[in-house]
T-cell receptor, first 113, second 111 residues
Framework: AQSVTQPDIHITVSEGASLELRCNYS??????LFWYVQSPGQGLQLLLK??????LVQGIKGFEAEFKRSQSSFNLRKPSVHWSDAAEYFC???????????FGTGTRLTIIP | NAGVTQTPKFQVLKTGQSMTLQCAQD?????MYWYRQDPGMGLRLIYY???????DKGEVPNGYNVSRLNKREFSLRLESAAPSQTSVYFC??????????FGSGTRLTVV
């Protein structure tokens, strides 16, 4: 079965600094990959997704992610974080394209002034 | 533009009680899902429904049942609640290719 690993449980970043959240997956083929964000007390919102083609994908709120097949990674980046980016971020993979998502355990992002 | 609506938002149950979590979507999506979220474990799939009239088990189905009442509604039932089912439950729907829309969740405590 496929799995998704988010090695960082909690990351603290200064406002205005750059951000990279790591995601690694275990999968035989090229999966469908996603990043979701969850604000406190809320449901999850889709940030971006990768199916094929250009390995750098752009999402909402200024986020981007890069698919690297050789490293089985799909890291999320933002050049300059804002206090409103404080949330929990989840990487997810589609199970053989059948629309069932497997989620990582999440990375909680704290922004300091 | 309600999206996915879950009720109730909060619930406290005693061990052994039963309850049904309701979920409805107004986006004409075919697929619907129930996940539970526990600290440090991410979201785990309980059941899903690829279309009206079909349901399938996910990763953690034990202790739960589901009903896809129609295209809009997908309910989750706990027949005999246990403390291990204390969690936040999320319903989601999808038109395809991972574009899930999530509800705001139900926080369930079983004492």
């Amino acid at each position: 079965a496929q799995s998704v690993t988010q090695p960082d449980i909690h990351i603290t970043v200064s406002e205005g600094a750059s951000l990279e959240l790591r995601c690694n997956y275990s999968y035989g083929a090229t999966p469908y990959l996603f990043w979701y964000v969850q604000s406190p007390g809320q449901g999850l919102q889709l940030l971006l997704k990768y199916f094929s083609g250009d390995t750098l994908v752009q999402g909402i709120k200024g986020f981007e992610a890069e698919f690297k097949r050789s490293q089985s990674s799909f890291n999320l980046r933002k050049p300059s974080v804002h206090w409103s980016d404080a949330a929990e971020y989840f990487c997810a993979v589609d199970d053989f394209g059948n629309e069932k998502l497997t989620f990582g355990t999440g990375t909680r992002l704290t922004i300091i002034p | 533009n309600a999206g996915v609506t879950q009720t109730p938002k909060f619930q406290v149950l005693k061990t052994g009680q039963s309850m049904t979590l309701q979920c409805a979507q107004d986006m004409n999506h075919n697929s619907m899902y129930w996940y539970r979220q526990d600290p440090g474990m991410g979201l785990r799939l309980i059941y899903y429904s690829a279309s009206e009239g079909t349901t399938d088990k996910g990763e953690v189905p034990n202790g739960y049942n589901v009903s896809r009442l129609n295209k809009r509604e997908f309910s989750l039932r706990l027949e005999s609640a246990a403390p291990s089912q204390t969690s936040v439950y999320f319903c989601a729907s999808s038109l395809g290719r991972g574009g899930y829309t999530f509800g705001s969740g139900t926080r369930l405590t079983v004492v």
